[in-house]
């Protein structure tokens, strides 16, 4: 079975401040999917890669998908207090028809 | 858009009782819908797998008989846990994934259960 590892565990970092997350797949990526949680609450889409070398961006999100489909970053510009919660990596294994595979997810808190 | 409800979002139940939780895709048609569950300080494990129209396809350890999935339609799919216990107590949350969305899952808010 897939796993999904997610580093670091947890994060806090200066408000205004640059930031990256990590997730390593076990296996080669179909698609690997971002998403953000606030605690007890639902997931937020971020954004969903495909391609090898993918790179896509959101705001101040840059999410980036290597060439061989193992590994992903999430990369976050000048973080504000918004950015708070739980971010969440979560891998397909064939298309939309799958269920996801989800990493251990990584706490970022931001400090005024 | 892209917006997938769930009721109730919190919801209390005394154990051995029957819950059903509700998963709403509002704005697109999800031939596919996903159950999750989420303990505490943990991630989100996937429980089932529901087609409209067809039987769900259960995750291994995922008892079929104790949670009864029902996709009875392309905007509806229902979890029922029945004969709750308080090991059942979780959050739970749903996805959806349509054409319409380019197979993208989105998720609904979650569920809150807690069985006494």
């Known amino acids: 079975s897939q796993e999904l590892e997610q580093s670091p565990q947890s994060l806090i970092v200066q408000e205004g401040k640059n930031l990256t997350i990590n997730c390593t797949s076990s296996?080669?990526?179909?698609?690997l999917y971002w998403y953000k949680q606030k605690y007890g609450e639902g997931l937020i889409f971020l954004m969903m890669l495909q391609k090898g070398g993918e790179e896509k961006s959101h705001e101040k999100i840059t999410a980036k998908l290597d060439e061989k489909k193992q590994q992903s970053s999430l990369h976050i510009t000048a973080s504000q207090p918004s950015h708070a919660g739980i971010y969440l990596c979560g891998a397909a294994s064939g298309g939309g028809a799958d269920g996801l595979t989800f990493g251990k997810g990584t706490h970022l808190i931001i400090q005024p | 858009g892209a917006v997938v409800s769930q009721h109730p979002s919190r919801v209390i139940c005394k154990s051995g009782t029957s819950v059903k939780i509700e998963c709403r895709s509002l704005?697109?048609?999800?031939?596919?819908m996903f159950w999750y569950r989420q303990f505490p300080k943990q991630s989100l494990m996937l429980m089932a797998t529901s087609n409209e129209g067809s039987k769900a396809t259960y995750e291994q350890g995922v008892e079929k008989d104790k949670f009864l999935i029902n996709h009875a339609s392309l905007t509806l799919s229902t979890l029922t846990v029945t004969s709750a216990h308080p090991e059942d107590s979780s959050f739970y949350i749903c996805?959806?994934?349509?054409?319409?969305?380019?197979?993208?899952?989105?998720f609904g808010p979650g569920t809150r259960l807690l069985v006494l």
């Open positions: 296996k080669t990526l179909y698609g």
């Open positions: 704005d697109f048609q999800a031939t596919t």
């Open positions: 996805s959806a994934a349509g054409l319409a969305v380019r197979e993208t899952q989105y």
